[in-house]
Protein backbone atom coordinates (compact mmCIF):
# COMPACT_ATOMS: atom_id res chain seq x y z
CA UNK A 1 0.00 0.00 0.00
CA UNK A 2 1.56 3.50 -0.91
CA UNK A 3 0.71 6.80 1.47
CA UNK A 4 0.15 9.50 0.24
CA UNK A 5 0.62 12.96 2.11
CA UNK A 6 -2.74 13.75 1.98
CA UNK A 7 -3.64 10.31 3.87
CA UNK A 8 -0.87 9.58 6.33
CA UNK A 9 -3.28 7.53 8.29
CA UNK A 10 -4.38 4.92 6.02
CA UNK A 11 -1.13 2.66 6.86
CA UNK A 12 -2.85 2.37 10.80
CA UNK A 13 -6.44 1.17 9.28
CA UNK A 14 -6.33 -2.34 9.59
CA UNK A 15 -8.63 -3.00 12.74
CA UNK A 16 -12.57 -2.58 12.78
CA UNK A 17 -11.41 0.37 15.59
CA UNK A 18 -9.84 1.99 13.11
CA UNK A 19 -10.68 5.44 14.46
CA UNK A 20 -9.16 4.10 17.93
CA UNK A 21 -6.09 3.07 15.80
CA UNK A 22 -5.66 6.20 14.04
CA UNK A 23 -5.97 7.81 17.45
CA UNK A 24 -3.10 5.70 18.77
CA UNK A 25 -1.21 6.78 16.31
CA UNK A 26 -1.43 10.46 16.30
CA UNK A 27 -0.35 10.35 20.14
CA UNK A 28 2.52 7.96 19.68
CA UNK A 29 3.49 10.87 16.60
CA UNK A 30 2.82 13.54 19.02
CA UNK A 31 4.96 12.03 21.83
CA UNK A 32 7.89 11.52 19.56
CA UNK A 33 7.77 14.51 17.94
CA UNK A 34 6.77 13.13 14.48
CA UNK A 35 4.11 13.76 12.15
CA UNK A 36 1.98 10.97 11.12
CA UNK A 37 3.39 10.80 7.74
CA UNK A 38 7.00 10.39 9.18
CA UNK A 39 5.42 7.76 12.14
CA UNK A 40 4.17 5.66 9.31
CA UNK A 41 7.28 5.81 7.48
CA UNK A 42 9.71 5.12 10.71
CA UNK A 43 7.18 2.68 11.97
CA UNK A 44 7.79 0.34 8.41
CA UNK A 45 8.58 -3.63 9.98
CA UNK A 46 8.99 -2.15 13.61
CA UNK A 47 7.04 -1.83 16.74
CA UNK A 48 6.08 1.57 18.44
CA UNK A 49 9.04 0.18 21.23
CA UNK A 50 11.76 0.33 18.97
CA UNK A 51 10.96 3.68 17.77
CA UNK A 52 10.39 5.04 21.11
CA UNK A 53 13.85 3.78 21.81
CA UNK A 54 15.54 4.89 18.39
CA UNK A 55 14.10 8.13 18.85
CA UNK A 56 15.39 8.27 22.69
CA UNK A 57 11.89 8.02 24.25
CA UNK A 58 11.20 5.30 26.94
CA UNK A 59 8.81 2.71 25.13
CA UNK A 60 7.09 2.98 29.07
CA UNK A 61 5.55 6.31 28.07
CA UNK A 62 3.90 5.34 24.96
CA UNK A 63 2.53 2.55 27.12
CA UNK A 64 1.66 4.96 29.79
CA UNK A 65 -0.20 7.83 27.56
CA UNK A 66 -1.77 5.35 25.26
CA UNK A 67 -2.88 4.04 28.88
CA UNK A 68 -4.20 7.01 30.34
CA UNK A 69 -6.54 7.71 26.82
CA UNK A 70 -7.67 4.48 27.38
CA UNK A 71 -9.14 5.06 31.20
CA UNK A 72 -10.34 8.47 29.68
CA UNK A 73 -12.36 6.02 27.77
CA UNK A 74 -13.66 3.81 30.36
CA UNK A 75 -14.06 6.75 32.71
CA UNK A 76 -16.60 8.48 29.75
CA UNK A 77 -18.30 5.04 29.86
CA UNK A 78 -19.10 4.73 33.39
CA UNK A 79 -20.49 7.84 33.40
CA UNK A 80 -22.61 7.99 30.91
CA UNK A 81 -24.06 4.36 31.81
CA UNK A 82 -22.86 2.73 29.17
CA UNK A 83 -20.39 0.47 31.52
CA UNK A 84 -20.70 -0.39 35.16
CA UNK A 85 -17.84 0.60 37.58
CA UNK A 86 -17.44 -2.69 38.05
CA UNK A 87 -16.49 -3.54 34.59
CA UNK A 88 -14.45 -1.00 33.86
CA UNK A 89 -11.96 -1.08 36.85
CA UNK A 90 -11.74 -5.11 35.41
CA UNK A 91 -11.05 -4.04 32.11
CA UNK A 92 -8.18 -2.05 33.45
CA UNK A 93 -5.91 -4.94 34.00
CA UNK A 94 -6.61 -6.54 30.05
CA UNK A 95 -6.18 -2.89 28.49
CA UNK A 96 -2.46 -3.03 29.76
CA UNK A 97 -1.63 -6.42 28.98
CA UNK A 98 -2.96 -5.94 25.63
CA UNK A 99 -1.74 -2.15 25.00
CA UNK A 100 1.88 -3.25 26.74
CA UNK A 101 1.91 -6.20 24.13
CA UNK A 102 0.86 -3.68 21.31
CA UNK A 103 3.58 -1.44 21.87
CA UNK A 104 6.61 -3.97 22.43
CA UNK A 105 5.54 -7.02 20.48
CA UNK A 106 3.35 -6.12 17.35
CA UNK A 107 4.00 -3.96 14.55
CA UNK A 108 1.56 -1.17 13.14
Known amino acids: ??????????????????????????????ILGLSASQLAEELDGRTPAQLAMAHGVSPRIVVDALLARCMGRISCAVESGRISAEYGLEAFPRLARRTAARVHHQTW
Open 1 to 30: MTLTASQPHVRFVSSPHSRVVSEDARLVAQ
